[in-house]
């Protein structure tokens, strides 16, 4: 392999700041903080907004668009029925 043309592979604390959820990967995401953890070992640490922890998707709270008041249903009752001027 040559010198110098590879990326900084390496582990990396993730954490999820709405909830605090952490989970440690290898990456070669750029940080300039680092984070000290439980078993004692120092990594670089990397702040995310949303993680499979927190994600509505994932966390089985998200909801439809029709669900939410009929929004999709009042929208063709308003509109459907409209006719394109001539």
């Not at 509505?56 to 001027?85: H, M």
Request: charged share 30%; net charge positive.
């Amino acid at each position: 392999m040559k010198d110098g043309i590879h990326p900084n592979y390496r582990d990396v604390c993730f954490q999820d700041m709405s909830n605090g959820f952490k989970f440690v990967t290898r990456s070669c995401a750029n940080t300039k903080e680092m984070i000290t953890l439980e078993d004692g070992r120092e990594l670089p640490w990397y702040k995310l907004d949303t993680t499979s922890e927190s994600h509505p998707f994932y966390t089985g709270t998200q909801k439809s668009v029709d669900t939410l008041g009929g929004r999709v249903e009042r929208f063709r009752n308003r509109f459907g029925k409209t006719t394109v001027a001539k």
